[in-house]
């Protein structure tokens, strides 16, 4: 698990806005599952070169668009997401492009 104060503190950087625990606690869930994707992703980079180690270019080497239409899977099938959210994961995905 993310530490939630540091999540909250980087939120707070990009708005004036008060900051519900809930919606800490939704970015958290949804940082966890796109560090996951990635991390599936940079070892399907590792098993091509034939290694057992994921290296940074692994990390760079990420399929961008496997990447990309999984983030917005996940940021459809949040129902209630909040704005910001939102907003966050349409920036991550249009650095993507």
Not at 11 to 33: C, G, H, P, R, W
Not at 51 to 70: G, H, P, Q, V
Request: charged share 40%; net charge positive; with cysteine.
């Amino acid at each position: 698990m993310l530490p939630k104060t540091t999540i909250k503190r980087i939120m707070k950087q990009y708005t004036d806005f008060n900051i519900s625990s809930e919606a800490v606690d939704e970015l958290s869930n949804l940082l966890m599952e796109i560090i996951k994707i990635t991390t599936e992703v940079a070892e399907q980079n590792a098993k091509k070169d034939g290694r057992k180690t994921i290296k940074a270019k692994d990390i760079r080497n990420c399929d961008d668009e496997r990447l990309k239409r999984k983030i917005i899977e996940l940021s459809e099938r949040t129902d209630k997401m909040p704005i910001l959210i939102k907003e966050m994961l349409n920036v991550i995905t249009s650095e993507l492009e």
